[in-house]
């Protein structure tokens, strides 16, 4: 019962298989081998277009090195206040801009408004060069809220970004729950939506560390090929990234994994419900927010649960923790086991019939 | 005949076996994990004493990482001019350092002289500010010219670093090579020759991506912490890492493979030798530095075998390629079949003999 | 009819002559010219104590040097959200720190609360080294709306950021001005109320380009020199600021200049007063804030009155442009005439007459 | 006898005059008087054609900002080994470019030879990324060894980095100097011959504090004026540095004052051959380096002369100290008296004679 994140499990068995597999035999390093170049011709086909891609070992990574491409050290980042990028990488997109501002707004539900960042883009600055450039717009998809953009709201915030000069990012570390719940293409979630460059997730979804920095239109790319060996995140041994995307993209096993994980979300979501259990946040991906009465929140702790509690600003207006309650976030993976929610809820429902 | 690099194996199969056994299951997310703590464990019973340890997964971060922590903005570190983190890291150890300078010294043989050190430190300065200052001193251990510093070598370059104020960094990418050819302790070779931070290395030597920054002292470790995770190079999933060093370290397993790799270089140099071949530089690790008669070159190159051909200011005094000559590398590593040495002598000595 | 900017006069008649006086003769070069010496003894004896100065020629230098000593990359820097250092100088500080974050606070009237400090420092923060360090706050005395900390404000704000281990800088671009207008010692209103360390300002009073970072104590100076340097900081004809702050502080100088500047700005407010126009936020330093009737400023603009229309969130609450009110700033420096004020009242008068 | 550095006079009167006269009234802020306005418009007659023009207080400044335009955090630099911008900066153009590398060539006399970049450019460099990417030549004219490149050795050299994609950057901290020796025009010297951002230096010879960052094609000044703001270099009260180098450009003012210093400097070397001793470099702009006896040197030092003692890699081949003599160097500047020249000769003189 370890909802605590989807970095707690390990990798799927296939993306392992494929990992072992290989293993044997040389391959040219520095990710000239043969597992990245299938990844990338996978990539292409998968989002319909021709594009340019750096894979690296973190989500960190690849947001900070996708960010840097966007956004110069004397520009400014527009993201949520609580994105993962402003928030929770320790200052990793400053350090690979070169000291640009991240500017977070409060938005809802997770979710930047249209309304907030035109209002600041259109608000009158102060004289060059005084003031930072806005430079890029990052949305992260799925939100730290478990909620997702929708295409309406993607092509909208990327539409207003786009005629102010700022490029757009999509941190993509939850991208296949997401994909799977609005059951759209990755084209139409990203760039066809107006996103340059995305963060694509895939350790959180059933790989080990994989992520890849997708450039959609490669001549944003320059130099990225320098930027990411000089932040120390070009693997000799490439094989090791290409060869768990490729096991990952291969058949549509992304959105396979993805799919359980959101499958185990909604049924842990509903059997809470069920309970009694107020739901904070919709549950859109594969994370739940929920406000459980302490005695809940105890009875599963002791029988082992794992999963954190939690203190936000996106709850929607006018909910919050009631006397006795506490708010926790649940967090499902391709690797939950439907026992391990059944157990769970078990445990709560003892709990709510006391 | 993949002579190319050390970076072209993929990891050993008792490391590949102990990343399998680790995924499964949930383990604590960014290092928080058990093989993690085990890795911990076990390179302080290695190297004889308390430690701070921080996986990472490439070279360049963790020697990136270790002269930030031993060299300010306006800090000099002194290494070999030919030194990895002088012209391989695509200005690695200038990003992480937040622009300090790296001045290179031609050195001997590949090896930093005390003498040329010492002149360095003694010779009169401007006046503050206008200076960099020398903060580090930064020694390859195996070197890039496959050569390895006695452990008085480097206790004398270490002192004079000591006295004049800097830390003292080793880069150990070819630690356990080194190691195994000086036949000494790990301790030796470091922290009581007076090596401050080490890159211990294990990717090229069995592992698929894995190496280590150790801080003998640990108060010098401060913030390095904050330093990876804002690097991007803390892994979510640290399991990765930990099960692979984990499986290296036990048993002298990575000693073993070490051992492998040098008696691989060791037979095809002798071999070489053998044919008549003029080795450029002393084979003290598991690479070889060889001059080829063009045709042999050419005949191998048309047999398959894959290796680089070279350019170097370490050579020893008076020697060069001579006249149809071909300076090469040839690295070896920990899975070199002695068939495939055997055949590239093979085809080496069918052209000798020619 | 200048009221766009207290930089938009020149040095006072005695700065200028002090520098005229100094531009004779050779003095030793990059700071260790006798003017200088002298401007350090000044400060000694003016701040009743030992301390650290560092002359440079911009304001914005001074603040970025000093948030750069008090703040790692890793950290955060908190201040008010309308601060200088966090909207109008182009991301210095991000630069010289090395990408450190500014984390800006509502505040009141442009100072910051106890309450807000007190309550970011105690929220939960997530375990390391996920977020950034809060590790220093910055105050601007006086502040960006013109109004000044009290000495219970500033000592109530330091105690806070020093239980949690912040160092306090203050952005004094301002200094005089607020002193004077408290009447307290320049040792009350810095050090014995816990600042650290001081971007004394003297540009904006009186001087061409001189500003001073002073370090409180000695220690928390290190490397400054070089930080200086390394910045393009240090003038190689030192004299040029040592001059221009040797005779501003002489004789109490500078006090005079901003105690005329303030008599400036309250004859002007009175006045505007007197004529019915609502003064948006306490006058306590040389900056008015004050809505004038869209007739009168154009009326005033057509004569040639000189001032910038403000957007500011400093207000206080429930104060705000009325139908056909316009926002201006209007700033006084200390070579305002008294005729200058009150051609702008007549003209105004005559506007709120008609 | 002051020959310690052109650092240590103040400014030319008229240069004085000039900052005097426009200390009086209002002038707009940052850069937006007149007197900026109308060095812009010297400068484009000057050097005969439209440019980009950016001042600063320090010639480390704008050499750090001419080197940020021109070099990105993974390039490198060009420059001999003791250029100023490598050795006497303390890192401040690694820190304005975000860490790019500074490659030192021994080059001959303190100047780079074409062969020596020619042959480092046309070397064969490992694949992308691992290598920085060299990116501009840097220039130092009159150099460091108070030698000047000719117009066809700046025509080969900015030629042979023009073809390898590299920019052209001039240091002319002692940019008139060198022009009055060669007796050429300010656009034949720069851009006609190659030169893309010049730091155009006015400190050294005749004002107190102002230099010009030029960029001759404007598309190269992207964002310069972000960068010279977040470096902390843009100041408040412009008028300092236009006023300064309006005067020092007005009616060849400036080559007049070069003109005087490299007279003085002509007159001290010759009357010190004529004493018999050795001068060890060319005299070619105000920079006399120059063997004295022991005694002779014990002797000035004792009547009170200032001049630093040197140690240089420059010599011509062959030239060195012989025994009991030492290497000095004598700057003189615009102010450098006859009769100072004269009385350190006849010190000298009286002292040979002995």
Redesign the interface.
């Known amino acids: 019962m370890?909802f605590?994140?989807d970095?707690?499990?390990?990798?799927s068995p296939r993306v392992?298989e494929a990992?072992?597999a290989?293993?044997?035999?040389?391959?040219?390093?520095?990710g000239a081998d043969e597992h990245t170049a299938r990844v990338e011709a996978r990539l292409k086909e998968i989002f319909e277009r021709d594009l340019s891609v750096f894979l690296?070992?973190?989500?960190?990574?690849?947001n900070?090195?996708a960010l840097a491409t966007l956004c110069?050290?004397?520009g400014a980042v527009l993201c949520h206040a609580e994105a993962h990028v402003a928030?929770?990488?320790?200052?990793?997109p400053?350090?690979?801009?070169?000291?640009?501002?991240?500017v977070g707004f409060p938005g809802r539900l997770g979710k930047l408004t249209a309304e907030e960042i035109a209002a600041h883009l259109a608000?009158?600055t102060?004289r060059?060069?005084?003031?930072?450039?806005p430079s890029a717009l990052s949305l992260t998809q799925a939100s730290e809220a478990g909620t997702v953009y929708t295409l309406d709201e993607i092509a909208t915030l990327a539409d207003i970004a786009r005629r102010h000069g700022l490029g757009v990012h999509m941190d993509g570390a939850r991208f296949a729950n997401a994909l799977v719940r609005l059951g759209v293409s990755p084209a139409d979630m990203t760039w066809r939506a107006g996103v340059d460059v995305l963060s694509f997730g895939a350790?959180?979804n059933g790989c080990?560390?994989a992520e890849a920095v997708i450039v959609f239109d490669r001549d944003k790319a320059a130099?990225m090929?320098?930027?990411?060996?000089?932040?120390?995140?070009?693997?000799?041994?490439g094989?090791?990234l290409g060869a768990q995307l490729d096991a990952y993209l291969a058949d549509g096993h992304w959105l396979d994994l993805a799919a359980r994980a959101n499958a185990a979300a909604d049924r842990l979501a509903a059997g809470l419900a069920r309970l009694g259990c107020r739901i904070a946040l919709p549950v859109e991906a594969n994370e739940i927010f929920v406000f459980l009465p302490q005695a809940m929140d105890e009875e599963l702790r002791a029988a082992g649960a794992?999963y954190h509690p939690w203190?936000t600003s996106s709850l929607p207006e006018g909910v919050a923790a009631g006397e006795g309650e506490v708010l926790v976030r649940l967090v499902t993976a391709f690797d939950t086991a439907e026992a391990a929610v059944d157990r769970f809820l078990a445990i709560a429902g003892g709990q709510a019939a006391a």
Request: glycine residues 12%; aromatic residues 6%.
């Open positions: 370890n605590a994140s970095n707690v499990a390990g990798a392992m990992l072992v290989a293993n044997a035999g040389s391959q040219r390093a520095y690296v070992a973190t989500g960190t990574a690849a900070a090195l110069p050290p004397w928030e929770d990488e320790c200052g990793a400053e350090f690979f801009t070169g000291g640009a501002k991240l608000a009158p102060g060059p060069p005084h003031q930072v450039i350790t959180k080990l560390a130099h090929a320098q930027r990411r060996k000089r932040g120390g995140h070009l693997l000799s041994k094989r090791l794992l203190v």
